[in-house]
């Protein structure tokens, strides 16, 4: 897959981690990044062979309807973590039951439930909250066929600011393009685009679950805080560019299986502002969809990788599967999972 390289990969050649660290860590970087706008990723899935002869006639894109799959919650902490650090390197796990699956989309998506990094230290939450994974994550969501991960969650932070802005600038030198975060608010709210057959989609990532201290400030990085006032402006400024814009959204009650009065006015307001598609996730369990103005709500997507399963209903999710071709939804499917073991899915028959 082929990306262009923006500030984020500039940044990475200029400073490796441990240099990082030693000239002082997330103030260095912030400082290096203020007020500086990312360009847009860009992706495009023509494959040229590379034995043929260079021809100065650019080659017309085929275009075609295009596959996306989003995933909820994918988490790397905890007992997933300690499992994955006892298999071999070539393993699939947590993905050994899906990855097939997976890799048959043009896009597949989900919310990265933890910070992956071993830089950072412990925020001041309680214990069983702090969420991190090894360095390893990385190639299992890659071979797994992943290509976008949100970084917008409660769990981003978990061992602060530093380890946040490595997972940021570590992911696309790994192959996955972070939505929702970067090295200050700007960058956060800025969409990614990716341009598929000859269709773009804008992709923007939110969340609203505490704490705030996690949010990209003007000169901190973070994930994108979620407000109407933001959320209106970063969607219609993605609107123009993009054939299919998709809000993908941290927000919810915990546990809760219904939809809150909130979460329906947010995906208004996103939609009004020009979004095709709000997909939620957070709550650990499955809401319900519907649709508004035609477009199509998920509220919460559930669990797809999680520990913790002490209740059958957190143990089931959904992949969302969409066919898109330009600005129309062709068709979408919500495909059922089930967590077993060691917090791995498999699909489930309908």
Not at 9 to 26: I, N, P
Not at 33 to 46: A, K
Not at 63 to 91: C, K, Q, W, Y
Request: hydrophobic share 40%; glycine share 8%.
């Amino acid at each position: 897959m082929k990306r262009r390289m923006d500030g984020a990969d500039a940044l990475e050649r200029k400073w490796t981690r441990r240099e990082v660290l030693a000239a002082g860590g997330v103030a260095l970087l912030t400082l290096a990044g203020c007020g500086t706008q990312s360009t847009p990723r860009t992706t495009s899935r023509n494959t040229v062979n590379p034995t043929s002869r260079v021809s100065t006639t650019p080659t017309p894109i085929q275009e075609r309807p295009i596959t996306v799959a989003f995933m909820g919650d994918v988490m790397f902490g905890r007992t997933v973590n300690t499992h994955m650090l006892a298999t071999t390197s070539n393993d699939p796990y947590p993905f050994t039951y899906t990855g097939d699956f997976l890799r048959q989309f043009d896009l597949t998506i989900g919310n990265l439930e933890c910070v992956i990094s071993d830089l950072g230290t412990p925020v001041d939450k309680p214990p069983g909250y702090i969420l991190r994974g090894d360095p390893r994550a990385f190639d299992r969501l890659v071979s797994a066929g992943f290509d976008l991960v949100s970084v917008a969650n409660n769990h981003s932070g978990d061992y602060g600011k530093v380890a946040f802005l490595d997972e940021w600038l570590t992911l696309p030198t790994r192959g996955l393009v972070p939505i929702g975060g970067g090295r200050n608010k700007q960058q956060a709210h800025t969409p990614i685009f990716q341009t598929v057959q000859g269709t773009t989609i804008a992709l923007l990532a939110y969340d609203e679950i505490a704490p705030y201290s996690f949010a990209a400030t003007n000169t901190t990085p973070g994930h994108a805080w979620l407000n109407e006032t933001d959320l209106r402006y970063d969607v219609a400024q993605a609107r123009p560019s993009a054939d299919f814009v998709i809000t993908f959204v941290h927000w919810g009650i915990e546990y809760f299986t219904d939809l809150t009065a909130h979460q329906r006015q947010l995906a208004q307001v996103a939609i009004d502002a020009g979004a095709d598609l709000v997909v939620g996730a957070h709550p650990h369990v499955i809401e319900p969809y519907e649709f508004y103005k035609g477009k199509l709500i998920v509220y919460s997507l559930g669990n797809f990788v999680f520990d913790y399963m002490d209740a059958e209903v957190v143990r089931r999710g959904d992949i969302l599967s969409l066919t898109i071709q330009k600005n129309r939804l062709l068709a979408w499917e919500l495909v059922p999972t089930h967590i077993g073991d060691w917090g791995e899915p498999r699909l489930l028959a309908k």
